[in-house]
């Protein structure tokens, strides 16, 4: 079965410091990934997904940045971190090719920019 | 993507059937109807989704209205667990490059023990 692997679970990050998050899927080849974020109390905002190595789409200008380094491995990262950087973010896939099966979820990194 | 709406929150008791409703009277042919649940600090979980026919898999059923402008999500034997809020989604794809999904506010199911 598949599997999504993010980490860290929670991190306290101060402003102006770097970030790096990482997502993994095990069990599955070729998948479309997502990074979303989740501010408190509001709904999901897409950042990026990729249909394949080095192939990333940014839905929203911010000073994240994303990169696929390999078929199931999706990095979230920012040189200098905002703020309002703060919030839950999310890892997803999807199987490639076929737009009516679901997103699945990894269980998220909670970010704090103090 | 057609609204949906849902109630902002049910009550249940544990071992009784779940049913949540979901309204989607503006659905379109080549939209399906997907269900998400979000337990507190996790992510969200997918449950099911169909087009027009009913379907079934081991976390929940989903119930079709034959004119498809509405669903009922049932969990069958509800334990303290499935407290979190439900989800429904109507979009013509979920797993598709730019289609991020968009939750609505959901609603809150509580297991009462």
Known sequence: SQTIHQWPATLVQPVGS???LECTVEGTSNPN??????????GLQLLFYSVGIGQISSEVPQNLSAS????????????KLLLSDSGFYLC??????????????GDGTRLSIL | DAKTTQPTSMDCAEGRAANLP????????????YWYRQIHSQGPQYIIHGLKNNETNEMASLIITEDRK???LILPHATLRD???YYCIV??????????????????LIIQP
């Open chain 1, 18 to 20: 770097p970030l790096s």
């Open chain 1, 33 to 42: 990934l997502y990074w979303y974020r989740q501010a408190a109390g509001r």
């Open chain 1, 68 to 79: 696929r380094p390999q078929d199931r491995q999706f990095i979230l990262s920012s040189k």
């Open chain 1, 92 to 105: 997803a896939w999807s199987v490639r090719g076929f737009s009516n099966q679901p997103q699945h979820f």
């Open chain 2, 22 to 33: 979901c309204n989607h009277s503006t659905i379109s042919g080549n939209e399906y109807v």
């Open chain 2, 70 to 72: 509405s669903s009922t």
């Open chain 2, 83 to 85: 407290t979190a809020v």
């Open chain 2, 91 to 108: 979009r013509v794809g979920a797993g598709g490059g730019a289609d991020g999904l968009t939750f609505g506010k959901g609603t809150h």
